[in-house]
């Protein structure tokens, strides 16, 4: 089955620099990578997605670039802001036979932005 | 302002007494998902729905836990009898989803549940 692994399990930059975040993943049929957000005492959020057919894509300060030979997927938040800290989670979902697999996560990456 | 409401937010019980959690799922959504969290695991897929049907529970302790759908706006998570190692964060999410489409996850607040 799908193995998804995140790196670094927790990271801190100063406030303005840029926070890269990274994961891998085993199933070559997967084609849906999304990235989640929790904040203390909530459930996770997605932030942003992208599916195989595309290498990258923006949201303003946050982007997801996706590698798929190296199977490899990284969020990438620039100018990161206090309300960036947050734990987050990356994500994998495969398609076999006509059927979207479940989400399959990573274990998540504990960001602080300090001021 | 449409979003998955979970019940109680907390729960303190001491092992061996029975545990529900409750999960109201965004109206019109299809797939309905129960997570479990601890620092150790992450997030864990114990079972899900869809058109209140069970699809998967291969995550789930069989023996202690069961899952159940009475109707498309609850979703129930029991576990009995519960053991301190049950200790973590159940979260309930909900999706539009299809057998070949996937798409976004909106999660509850979740259930922080101690086993003493």
């Known amino acids: 089955g799908e193995n998804v692994e995140q790196h670094p399990s927790t990271l801190s930059v100063q406030e303005g620099d840029s926070a890269v975040i990274k994961c891998t993943y085993s199933?070559?049929?997967?084609?849906?990578f999304p990235w989640y957000k929790q904040e203390l005492g909530k459930g996770p959020q997605l932030i942003i997605d992208i599916r195989s057919n595309v290498g990258e894509k923006k949201d303003q300060r946050i982007a997801v670039t996706l590698n798929k030979t190296a199977k490899h997927f990284s969020l990438h938040i620039t100018e990161t802001q206090p309300e960036d800290s947050a734990v987050y989670f990356c994500?994998?979902?495969?398609?076999?036979?006509?059927?979207?697999?479940?989400?399959?996560f990573g274990k998540g990456t504990k960001l602080s932005v300090k001021p | 302002d449409a979003r998955v409401t979970q019940t109680p937010r907390h729960k303190v019980t001491e092992m061996g007494q029975e545990v529900t959690m409750r999960c109201q799922p965004i109206?019109?959504?299809?797939?309905v998902f129960w997570y479990r969290q601890t620092m150790m695991q992450g997030l864990e897929l114990l079972a899900y729905f869809r058109n209140r049907a069970p699809l998967d529970d291969s995550g789930m302790p069989k023996d202690r836990f069961s899952a159940e759908m009475p109707d498309a706006t609850l979703a129930t998570l029991k576990i009995q009898p519960s053991e301190p190692r049950d200790s973590a964060v159940y979260f309930c999410?909900?999706?539009?989803?299809?057998?070949?489409?996937?798409?976004?996850?909106?999660f509850g607040e979740g259930s922080r549940l101690t086993v003493l």
């Open positions: 994500a994998a979902s495969a398609y076999y036979g006509g059927s979207q697999g479940n989400l399959i």
């Open positions: 199933d070559s049929a997967s084609n849906y």
């Open positions: 999410a909900s999706g539009l989803l299809g057998r070949a489409r996937t798409g976004e996850l909106f």
């Open positions: 109206l019109g959504h299809n797939t």
